[in-house]
């Protein structure tokens, strides 16, 4: 089967609700190996709720998700070890340091895990000097490297990142203008929900807007009406 039949990500008619009032409805989505898609709508339109529903990290009500045609909704092992969400919360263990994070996950999915294997995880994020500091410890940007540094070292498929620039700064948001297009090249899927319109327009390929958990507009990136968004980056440096 060639690999445009089978897309990275597939949802159709996904539907979430919070106790009586709907945050998705009949959502659908197909995304490509190798595309980047930026999801826009203003606040509380359902962005976190459908990335954390492609995670796997909450249940539709109703709905389908395939992962590279795998039954994402049936086979939630399948659908995390595909799959990485950079959300709000960093999820990290706050007593252990930045190295011994990695170390954890890094044991978890059978990597190497020693020193010189994760340390230029760090470096690549910026926080390599505080390394062997506890997070409890970190600055709000720093905790959010470590998140892209623990992303970057489960190294899934599908990539969805939350605000990727939230609390970063302007080196940051230059890791991650970076960052996006690496993952494409290298064959990943990204999905980017993002009020930064202007950047996310230079860093993806295809737009989708949610109003009150409907999907209200689909395009180019570059086509998304500034109504769904439209923050720009202060002090982006060119
Ligand atoms: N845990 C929750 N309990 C109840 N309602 C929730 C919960 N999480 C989200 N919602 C509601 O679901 C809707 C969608 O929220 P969601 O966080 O997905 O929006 P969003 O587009 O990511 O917003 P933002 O741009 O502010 O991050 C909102 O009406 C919100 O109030």
Redo the contacts with the bound molecule.
Sequence with gaps: MSEKSIPAVEAKGLCRR??R?W?LVDVDLRAEAGQAILLA?R???????LLRVLAGALKPDRGALLVNGVDGLRDRQALRQRVALLGHASYTYDALSALQNLQVVARMLGRPSGRRDLLPLLEEVGIDSRADDPVHAYSAGMRRRLAFARLLLQDPDIVLLDEPYAQLDPPGFRFVDTLIPRLTAAGKTVIV?SHHLEEGARLCHVGLA?ERGRLAWKGLASELPSSFGGLSIPGQVA
């Design positions: 919070y106790g009032s945050a709508g606040n509380g339109s359902g962005k976190s709720t929900a949610l």
